[in-house]
Protein backbone atom coordinates (compact mmCIF):
# COMPACT_ATOMS: atom_id res chain seq x y z
CA UNK A 1 0.00 0.00 0.00
CA UNK A 2 3.00 2.21 0.88
CA UNK A 3 3.66 3.40 -2.81
CA UNK A 4 -0.05 4.28 -3.22
CA UNK A 5 -0.01 6.75 0.35
CA UNK A 6 1.65 9.59 -1.92
CA UNK A 7 0.64 10.77 -5.45
CA UNK A 8 3.91 10.60 -7.80
CA UNK A 9 6.08 13.83 -7.97
CA UNK A 10 4.53 14.61 -11.75
CA UNK A 11 2.55 18.09 -12.59
CA UNK A 12 -0.73 16.42 -13.32
CA UNK A 13 -0.73 14.41 -9.93
CA UNK A 14 0.41 17.92 -8.16
CA UNK A 15 -2.84 19.61 -6.33
CA UNK A 16 -4.48 22.50 -8.39
CA UNK A 17 -2.36 20.98 -11.75
CA UNK A 18 -5.53 21.43 -13.57
CA UNK A 19 -6.30 25.23 -13.33
CA UNK A 20 -9.55 25.93 -16.06
CA UNK A 21 -12.54 27.22 -13.62
CA UNK A 22 -14.46 26.02 -16.45
CA UNK A 23 -14.79 22.68 -15.39
CA UNK A 24 -17.77 21.86 -12.77
CA UNK A 25 -20.17 19.39 -12.05
CA UNK A 26 -22.14 21.29 -14.43
CA UNK A 27 -20.69 21.51 -17.12
CA UNK A 28 -19.65 17.98 -17.17
CA UNK A 29 -23.55 17.38 -16.83
CA UNK A 30 -24.82 19.54 -19.54
CA UNK A 31 -22.32 18.11 -22.41
CA UNK A 32 -22.82 14.47 -21.13
CA UNK A 33 -26.61 14.91 -21.52
CA UNK A 34 -26.12 16.79 -25.07
CA UNK A 35 -23.89 14.01 -25.77
CA UNK A 36 -25.67 11.12 -24.77
CA UNK A 37 -28.84 12.41 -27.13
CA UNK A 38 -26.54 12.02 -29.61
CA UNK A 39 -25.52 8.63 -29.10
CA UNK A 40 -29.40 7.96 -28.29
CA UNK A 41 -30.78 8.89 -31.72
CA UNK A 42 -27.53 7.19 -33.63
CA UNK A 43 -27.82 4.28 -31.71
CA UNK A 44 -31.89 4.21 -32.63
CA UNK A 45 -31.17 5.01 -35.89
CA UNK A 46 -28.23 2.54 -36.52
CA UNK A 47 -30.86 -0.48 -34.83
CA UNK A 48 -33.15 0.60 -37.69
CA UNK A 49 -30.59 0.67 -40.52
CA UNK A 50 -29.66 -3.01 -39.02
CA UNK A 51 -32.99 -3.93 -39.03
CA UNK A 52 -34.09 -2.90 -42.84
CA UNK A 53 -31.28 -4.77 -44.11
CA UNK A 54 -31.66 -8.30 -41.66
CA UNK A 55 -35.33 -8.12 -41.51
CA UNK A 56 -36.94 -9.37 -38.41
CA UNK A 57 -39.66 -12.13 -39.47
CA UNK A 58 -41.72 -10.10 -36.70
CA UNK A 59 -41.24 -6.93 -37.95
CA UNK A 60 -42.70 -6.30 -41.42
CA UNK A 61 -40.65 -2.60 -42.44
CA UNK A 62 -43.33 -0.30 -43.88
CA UNK A 63 -42.70 1.00 -47.36
CA UNK A 64 -44.53 4.72 -46.59
CA UNK A 65 -42.91 7.10 -46.15
CA UNK A 66 -40.66 6.56 -48.61
CA UNK A 67 -37.99 9.22 -46.94
CA UNK A 68 -37.98 7.41 -43.55
CA UNK A 69 -35.13 5.78 -44.49
CA UNK A 70 -33.39 8.65 -45.67
CA UNK A 71 -34.50 10.38 -42.52
CA UNK A 72 -32.89 7.84 -40.60
CA UNK A 73 -29.64 7.63 -41.83
CA UNK A 74 -29.25 11.44 -42.50
CA UNK A 75 -29.72 11.68 -38.49
CA UNK A 76 -27.64 8.71 -37.81
CA UNK A 77 -24.64 9.87 -39.61
CA UNK A 78 -25.39 13.64 -38.37
CA UNK A 79 -25.88 12.40 -34.64
CA UNK A 80 -22.51 10.31 -35.11
CA UNK A 81 -20.57 13.43 -36.05
CA UNK A 82 -22.23 16.01 -33.92
CA UNK A 83 -21.00 13.49 -30.97
CA UNK A 84 -17.59 13.71 -32.26
CA UNK A 85 -17.11 17.32 -30.96
CA UNK A 86 -18.92 16.78 -28.07
CA UNK A 87 -16.97 13.67 -26.57
CA UNK A 88 -14.12 15.50 -26.90
CA UNK A 89 -15.45 18.41 -25.31
CA UNK A 90 -16.59 15.46 -22.55
CA UNK A 91 -13.13 14.25 -22.47
CA UNK A 92 -11.78 17.67 -21.83
CA UNK A 93 -13.78 17.82 -18.83
CA UNK A 94 -13.14 15.32 -17.37
CA UNK A 95 -9.41 14.20 -17.82
CA UNK A 96 -7.97 15.51 -14.46
CA UNK A 97 -9.86 12.77 -12.84
CA UNK A 98 -7.44 10.23 -14.74
CA UNK A 99 -4.75 11.82 -11.90
CA UNK A 100 -6.86 11.70 -8.83
CA UNK A 101 -5.01 10.05 -6.09
CA UNK A 102 -5.49 7.35 -5.19
CA UNK A 103 -6.44 5.64 -8.61
CA UNK A 104 -8.95 3.22 -6.73
CA UNK A 105 -10.72 4.07 -3.85
CA UNK A 106 -12.35 0.71 -3.81
CA UNK A 107 -13.64 -2.69 -5.90
CA UNK A 108 -16.40 -0.51 -7.02
CA UNK A 109 -14.74 2.40 -7.87
CA UNK A 110 -12.15 0.04 -9.44
CA UNK A 111 -15.13 -1.64 -11.46
CA UNK A 112 -16.27 1.55 -12.06
CA UNK A 113 -13.32 3.26 -13.94
CA UNK A 114 -12.97 -0.15 -16.28
CA UNK A 115 -16.74 0.83 -17.29
CA UNK A 116 -15.72 4.29 -18.06
CA UNK A 117 -12.51 3.03 -20.04
CA UNK A 118 -14.01 0.64 -21.79
CA UNK A 119 -17.42 3.42 -22.77
CA UNK A 120 -14.73 5.89 -24.22
CA UNK A 121 -12.67 3.64 -25.87
CA UNK A 122 -16.20 1.61 -27.70
CA UNK A 123 -17.01 5.74 -28.19
CA UNK A 124 -13.51 6.10 -30.08
CA UNK A 125 -13.71 3.31 -32.17
CA UNK A 126 -17.14 3.68 -32.90
CA UNK A 127 -17.07 7.11 -34.19
CA UNK A 128 -13.87 6.99 -35.91
CA UNK A 129 -14.40 4.06 -38.14
CA UNK A 130 -18.21 5.42 -38.60
CA UNK A 131 -16.48 8.60 -40.14
CA UNK A 132 -13.45 6.25 -42.23
CA UNK A 133 -16.41 4.44 -43.70
CA UNK A 134 -18.92 7.60 -44.74
CA UNK A 135 -15.89 8.35 -46.45
CA UNK A 136 -16.04 4.99 -48.60
CA UNK A 137 -12.68 3.99 -46.68
CA UNK A 138 -12.26 0.68 -45.45
CA UNK A 139 -8.56 0.45 -44.09
CA UNK A 140 -9.50 -2.63 -42.13
CA UNK A 141 -9.51 -6.15 -42.17
CA UNK A 142 -12.63 -6.75 -39.84
CA UNK A 143 -16.41 -6.69 -41.31
CA UNK A 144 -17.34 -3.04 -40.79
CA UNK A 145 -21.17 -3.54 -40.40
CA UNK A 146 -20.59 -6.62 -37.73
CA UNK A 147 -18.19 -4.58 -35.59
CA UNK A 148 -20.13 -1.36 -36.04
CA UNK A 149 -23.33 -3.35 -34.74
CA UNK A 150 -21.61 -5.29 -32.20
CA UNK A 151 -19.59 -2.26 -30.47
CA UNK A 152 -22.79 -0.37 -30.16
CA UNK A 153 -24.41 -3.03 -27.67
CA UNK A 154 -20.52 -2.54 -25.66
CA UNK A 155 -21.42 0.98 -25.64
CA UNK A 156 -25.05 0.69 -24.38
CA UNK A 157 -23.97 -1.38 -21.35
CA UNK A 158 -21.36 0.62 -20.47
CA UNK A 159 -23.29 4.27 -20.61
CA UNK A 160 -26.17 2.32 -19.04
CA UNK A 161 -23.67 1.05 -16.01
CA UNK A 162 -21.68 4.68 -16.17
CA UNK A 163 -25.27 6.42 -15.91
CA UNK A 164 -26.66 4.66 -13.49
CA UNK A 165 -23.28 5.03 -10.93
CA UNK A 166 -23.23 8.97 -11.78
CA UNK A 167 -27.26 9.22 -11.82
CA UNK A 168 -27.14 10.68 -8.06
CA UNK A 169 -24.39 13.50 -9.45
CA UNK A 170 -26.15 14.30 -12.30
CA UNK A 171 -29.80 14.83 -10.91
CA UNK A 172 -27.79 17.12 -7.91
CA UNK A 173 -26.31 19.31 -11.07
CA UNK A 174 -29.57 19.14 -13.04
CA UNK A 175 -31.22 20.34 -9.47
CA UNK A 176 -28.98 23.38 -9.16
CA UNK A 177 -29.63 24.50 -12.57
CA UNK A 178 -33.22 24.41 -11.81
CA UNK A 179 -33.86 25.81 -8.90
CA UNK A 180 -31.49 29.16 -10.15
CA UNK A 181 -32.62 29.20 -13.42
CA UNK A 182 -36.41 29.04 -12.85
CA UNK A 183 -36.74 31.55 -10.01
CA UNK A 184 -33.70 33.71 -10.29
CA UNK A 185 -34.77 36.33 -8.35
CA UNK A 186 -36.38 33.96 -5.46
CA UNK A 187 -35.34 34.62 -2.16
CA UNK A 188 -33.53 31.72 -1.96
CA UNK A 189 -31.20 32.99 -4.88
CA UNK A 190 -30.53 36.40 -3.69
CA UNK A 191 -29.65 35.17 -0.24
CA UNK A 192 -27.51 32.56 -1.11
CA UNK A 193 -23.99 32.82 0.90
CA UNK A 194 -22.04 30.15 -1.43
CA UNK A 195 -21.88 32.27 -4.69
CA UNK A 196 -20.35 29.24 -5.82
CA UNK A 197 -23.62 27.60 -6.64
CA UNK A 198 -24.94 30.13 -8.63
CA UNK A 199 -21.86 30.53 -10.67
CA UNK A 200 -21.83 27.14 -10.97
CA UNK A 201 -25.09 26.64 -12.34
CA UNK A 202 -23.41 28.94 -15.10
CA UNK A 203 -26.89 30.74 -14.79
CA UNK A 204 -25.46 34.13 -12.75
CA UNK A 205 -27.01 36.32 -15.46
CA UNK A 206 -26.06 39.70 -17.35
CA UNK A 207 -23.33 41.34 -15.50
CA UNK A 208 -24.37 44.54 -17.10
CA UNK A 209 -27.54 44.47 -16.02
CA UNK A 210 -26.46 44.35 -12.76
CA UNK A 211 -28.87 41.73 -11.17
CA UNK A 212 -26.00 40.17 -9.70
CA UNK A 213 -24.76 43.09 -8.01
CA UNK A 214 -24.42 41.21 -4.38
CA UNK A 215 -22.52 38.25 -6.13
CA UNK A 216 -18.63 38.91 -6.31
CA UNK A 217 -17.25 39.76 -9.81
CA UNK A 218 -14.88 37.02 -9.78
CA UNK A 219 -17.73 34.34 -9.66
CA UNK A 220 -20.07 36.12 -12.58
CA UNK A 221 -17.03 36.55 -14.64
CA UNK A 222 -16.50 32.53 -13.96
CA UNK A 223 -19.90 32.62 -14.77
CA UNK A 224 -20.02 34.51 -17.94
CA UNK A 225 -16.82 32.60 -19.56
CA UNK A 226 -18.67 29.42 -18.80
CA UNK A 227 -21.80 30.56 -20.62
CA UNK A 228 -19.05 31.26 -23.57
CA UNK A 229 -17.91 27.68 -23.20
CA UNK A 230 -21.66 26.46 -23.44
CA UNK A 231 -21.89 29.07 -26.94
CA UNK A 232 -18.55 27.46 -28.17
CA UNK A 233 -19.36 24.32 -28.07
CA UNK A 234 -22.80 24.73 -29.33
CA UNK A 235 -20.58 26.36 -32.11
CA UNK A 236 -18.53 23.62 -32.40
CA UNK A 237 -21.25 21.24 -33.03
CA UNK A 238 -23.19 23.45 -34.93
CA UNK A 239 -20.27 24.10 -37.48
CA UNK A 240 -19.49 20.44 -38.07
CA UNK A 241 -23.30 19.57 -38.52
CA UNK A 242 -24.16 22.59 -41.30
CA UNK A 243 -20.88 21.62 -43.15
CA UNK A 244 -21.37 17.88 -43.52
CA UNK A 245 -25.20 17.01 -43.44
CA UNK A 246 -25.46 19.12 -46.70
CA UNK A 247 -24.96 15.15 -48.35
CA UNK A 248 -27.91 14.07 -47.18
CA UNK A 249 -30.27 17.25 -46.82
CA UNK A 250 -29.74 18.54 -50.42
CA UNK A 251 -30.47 22.19 -49.98
CA UNK A 252 -27.61 22.63 -47.81
CA UNK A 253 -25.10 20.78 -50.28
CA UNK A 254 -23.63 24.25 -51.11
CA UNK A 255 -22.06 24.75 -47.89
CA UNK A 256 -21.25 20.89 -47.33
CA UNK A 257 -17.47 21.64 -47.27
CA UNK A 258 -16.53 18.89 -45.30
CA UNK A 259 -18.73 16.11 -46.39
CA UNK A 260 -17.54 12.85 -47.87
CA UNK A 261 -20.52 13.05 -51.45
CA UNK A 262 -21.94 15.64 -53.01
CA UNK A 263 -25.61 14.66 -53.22
CA UNK A 264 -25.98 16.00 -57.03
CA UNK A 265 -22.17 15.40 -58.15
CA UNK A 266 -21.95 12.46 -60.21
CA UNK A 267 -23.40 11.18 -64.04
CA UNK A 268 -26.76 12.15 -64.44
CA UNK A 269 -26.61 14.42 -61.32
CA UNK A 270 -26.40 11.53 -58.83
CA UNK A 271 -23.44 10.12 -56.63
CA UNK A 272 -21.89 6.34 -57.84
CA UNK A 273 -21.33 4.42 -54.92
CA UNK A 274 -19.42 1.13 -56.96
CA UNK A 275 -19.03 1.83 -60.45
CA UNK A 276 -19.48 -0.50 -63.46
CA UNK A 277 -15.42 -1.08 -63.71
CA UNK A 278 -15.08 -1.39 -59.93
CA UNK A 279 -17.96 -4.35 -59.86
CA UNK A 280 -16.52 -5.57 -63.30
CA UNK A 281 -19.79 -5.12 -65.65
CA UNK A 282 -18.65 -4.69 -68.98
CA UNK A 283 -20.74 -3.56 -72.10
CA UNK A 284 -20.56 -7.05 -73.52
CA UNK A 285 -22.09 -8.15 -70.49
CA UNK A 286 -25.15 -5.77 -71.47
CA UNK A 287 -25.24 -6.16 -74.97
CA UNK A 288 -27.25 -8.07 -77.20
CA UNK A 289 -27.19 -11.25 -75.44
CA UNK A 290 -28.57 -9.56 -72.45
CA UNK A 291 -31.41 -10.74 -70.81
CA UNK A 292 -33.60 -10.06 -67.66
CA UNK A 293 -34.99 -13.26 -66.47
CA UNK A 294 -37.74 -13.31 -64.26
CA UNK A 295 -38.35 -17.07 -62.75
CA UNK A 296 -42.13 -18.27 -61.91
CA UNK A 297 -44.75 -19.97 -63.09
CA UNK A 298 -45.05 -18.67 -66.48
CA UNK A 299 -41.23 -17.63 -66.85
CA UNK A 300 -40.15 -14.46 -68.37
CA UNK A 301 -36.90 -13.92 -70.47
CA UNK A 302 -36.47 -10.22 -71.53
CA UNK A 303 -34.45 -8.20 -73.76
CA UNK A 304 -33.69 -4.96 -73.36
CA UNK A 305 -35.97 -4.11 -76.25
CA UNK A 306 -38.92 -5.96 -74.42
CA UNK A 307 -37.84 -4.17 -71.62
CA UNK A 308 -38.52 -0.62 -73.18
CA UNK A 309 -41.45 -1.83 -75.00
CA UNK A 310 -43.35 -2.43 -71.92
CA UNK A 311 -45.74 0.07 -69.57
CA UNK A 312 -43.75 2.65 -68.12
CA UNK A 313 -44.38 4.21 -64.64
CA UNK A 314 -42.36 7.56 -63.28
CA UNK A 315 -41.75 8.01 -59.68
CA UNK A 316 -39.62 10.27 -57.56
CA UNK A 317 -37.46 8.32 -55.19
CA UNK A 318 -34.04 8.83 -53.05
CA UNK A 319 -31.09 6.58 -52.94
CA UNK A 320 -30.25 6.93 -49.07
CA UNK A 321 -26.94 5.00 -49.68
CA UNK A 322 -25.70 3.89 -45.42
CA UNK A 323 -22.77 6.04 -45.91
CA UNK A 324 -24.37 9.15 -44.98
CA UNK A 325 -25.74 10.49 -48.65
CA UNK A 326 -28.90 10.60 -50.11
CA UNK A 327 -30.83 12.05 -52.82
CA UNK A 328 -33.86 12.42 -54.46
CA UNK A 329 -34.20 11.46 -58.63
CA UNK A 330 -37.27 10.50 -60.76
CA UNK A 331 -37.21 6.95 -61.98
CA UNK A 332 -38.95 5.93 -64.99
CA UNK A 333 -39.55 1.96 -66.01
CA UNK A 334 -41.38 -1.31 -64.80
CA UNK A 335 -43.26 -1.60 -61.87
CA UNK A 336 -41.87 -4.26 -60.02
CA UNK A 337 -45.37 -6.03 -59.33
CA UNK A 338 -46.90 -5.82 -63.04
CA UNK A 339 -43.57 -7.99 -63.71
CA UNK A 340 -44.29 -10.34 -61.26
CA UNK A 341 -47.50 -10.75 -61.89
CA UNK A 342 -46.92 -11.30 -65.80
CA UNK A 343 -45.02 -14.14 -64.29
CA UNK A 344 -47.36 -15.82 -62.25
CA UNK A 345 -45.95 -14.63 -59.06
CA UNK A 346 -47.76 -15.03 -55.89
CA UNK A 347 -48.77 -11.39 -54.48
CA UNK A 348 -47.52 -12.71 -50.94
CA UNK A 349 -44.06 -13.87 -52.42
CA UNK A 350 -40.37 -12.53 -51.00
CA UNK A 351 -38.36 -12.17 -54.22
CA UNK A 352 -34.70 -11.62 -54.76
CA UNK A 353 -33.14 -10.34 -56.98
CA UNK A 354 -29.80 -11.06 -58.84
CA UNK A 355 -26.77 -8.78 -60.65
CA UNK A 356 -24.67 -9.46 -63.30
CA UNK A 357 -22.21 -9.02 -60.40
CA UNK A 358 -20.00 -12.40 -59.77
CA UNK A 359 -19.13 -10.99 -56.79
CA UNK A 360 -19.69 -8.11 -54.14
CA UNK A 361 -21.51 -8.34 -50.93
CA UNK A 362 -24.49 -6.18 -52.46
CA UNK A 363 -24.77 -7.98 -55.63
CA UNK A 364 -28.07 -9.22 -54.90
CA UNK A 365 -30.73 -8.41 -52.60
CA UNK A 366 -34.43 -9.32 -50.84
CA UNK A 367 -37.34 -8.01 -51.40
CA UNK A 368 -39.91 -8.66 -49.00
CA UNK A 369 -43.60 -8.74 -50.40
CA UNK A 370 -44.98 -5.55 -49.39
CA UNK A 371 -41.77 -3.50 -51.05
CA UNK A 372 -42.33 -5.97 -54.34
CA UNK A 373 -45.94 -4.84 -54.58
CA UNK A 374 -45.72 -1.31 -53.69
CA UNK A 375 -47.26 0.34 -56.63
CA UNK A 376 -43.78 2.96 -56.71
CA UNK A 377 -41.13 -0.44 -56.73
CA UNK A 378 -39.81 0.18 -59.90
CA UNK A 379 -36.98 -1.72 -62.29
CA UNK A 380 -36.03 1.31 -63.20
CA UNK A 381 -34.45 1.66 -66.65
CA UNK A 382 -34.09 5.69 -66.93
CA UNK A 383 -33.77 8.35 -64.59
CA UNK A 384 -33.99 11.93 -64.46
CA UNK A 385 -35.42 11.42 -68.26
CA UNK A 386 -32.11 9.72 -69.52
CA UNK A 387 -31.09 6.16 -69.63
CA UNK A 388 -29.47 4.53 -67.06
CA UNK A 389 -25.60 5.01 -67.49
CA UNK A 390 -23.83 2.02 -67.02
CA UNK A 391 -22.23 3.06 -63.20
CA UNK A 392 -26.14 3.94 -62.08
CA UNK A 393 -27.25 -0.18 -63.26
CA UNK A 394 -27.69 0.13 -66.92
CA UNK A 395 -29.35 -1.87 -68.39
CA UNK A 396 -32.00 -1.91 -65.31
CA UNK A 397 -31.83 -1.69 -61.44
CA UNK A 398 -34.49 -1.81 -58.79
CA UNK A 399 -35.78 1.32 -56.45
CA UNK A 400 -37.70 0.43 -54.51
CA UNK A 401 -39.31 3.24 -51.64
CA UNK A 402 -38.12 3.73 -48.09
CA UNK A 403 -34.82 0.96 -48.80
CA UNK A 404 -31.16 1.42 -47.89
CA UNK A 405 -29.09 2.45 -50.88
CA UNK A 406 -27.17 -1.12 -50.52
CA UNK A 407 -30.28 -2.76 -51.49
CA UNK A 408 -31.24 -0.73 -54.43
CA UNK A 409 -29.83 -3.43 -56.63
CA UNK A 410 -27.96 -2.30 -60.23
CA UNK A 411 -27.39 -4.41 -63.25
CA UNK A 412 -30.12 -6.68 -62.68
CA UNK A 413 -30.45 -9.80 -64.87
CA UNK A 414 -32.76 -11.98 -62.85
CA UNK A 415 -35.82 -12.18 -60.28
CA UNK A 416 -36.69 -15.07 -58.26
CA UNK A 417 -39.05 -16.20 -55.41
CA UNK A 418 -37.23 -17.13 -52.43
CA UNK A 419 -39.89 -18.12 -50.33
N1 LIG B 1 -25.24 -4.78 -58.02
C1 LIG B 1 -24.99 -3.81 -57.13
N2 LIG B 1 -25.93 -2.88 -56.87
C2 LIG B 1 -25.71 -1.89 -55.99
C3 LIG B 1 -24.48 -1.81 -55.29
C4 LIG B 1 -23.50 -2.80 -55.57
O1 LIG B 1 -22.40 -2.78 -54.98
N3 LIG B 1 -23.78 -3.76 -56.49
N4 LIG B 1 -24.27 -0.78 -54.39
C5 LIG B 1 -25.47 -0.22 -53.77
C6 LIG B 1 -25.23 0.95 -52.97
S1 LIG B 1 -24.29 0.76 -51.58
C7 LIG B 1 -25.84 2.14 -53.23
S2 LIG B 1 -25.77 3.44 -52.15
C8 LIG B 1 -26.60 2.36 -54.46
C9 LIG B 1 -26.13 3.62 -55.10
O2 LIG B 1 -26.63 3.75 -56.38
P1 LIG B 1 -25.84 4.60 -57.42
O3 LIG B 1 -24.44 4.08 -57.48
O4 LIG B 1 -26.57 4.51 -58.70
O5 LIG B 1 -25.88 6.00 -56.88
O6 LIG B 1 -26.46 1.27 -55.34
C10 LIG B 1 -26.62 0.02 -54.75
N5 LIG B 1 -26.68 -0.99 -55.76
MO1 LIG C 1 -24.65 2.58 -50.26
Known amino acids: ?????????????????????????????KIGIALAVCIAVCFLTGLWSHYQQHPLDWLTIPTAPVWLYRLSQGLHVATGIAAIPLLLLKLWAV???????????????????????????????QLTTGLINISQWYPWTFPFTQTHFAMSFVILGALFIHLAVKAPKILAALQVGRSTSSEPNSPDFASEPNTETAAEAGLVTDIATGTDSDIDSNSARTSLSRRNFFIAAGASVGAVTITTVGQSVTPLEPIAAFAPRAPTTGPQGLPVNRTAVAAKITPTLVGSDYRLVVDGPSPLSLSIDDLQTMSQIDVDLPIACVEGWSANA?????????????AGIDPEATIQVSSLETNGNYRTSVVAANFARDPLTVMALRVNDEELSLDHG???????????GVLQTKWINRIEVLA
Open 1 to 29: MGLLDKPPPLLPFKQGAFTSRLRSEQVTT
Open 95 to 125: YPRLFEWPPIKSASHAIERVFIAVLVAAMIF
Open 330 to 342: RWQGIRLADLLDQ
Open 394 to 404: YPIRLVAPNRP
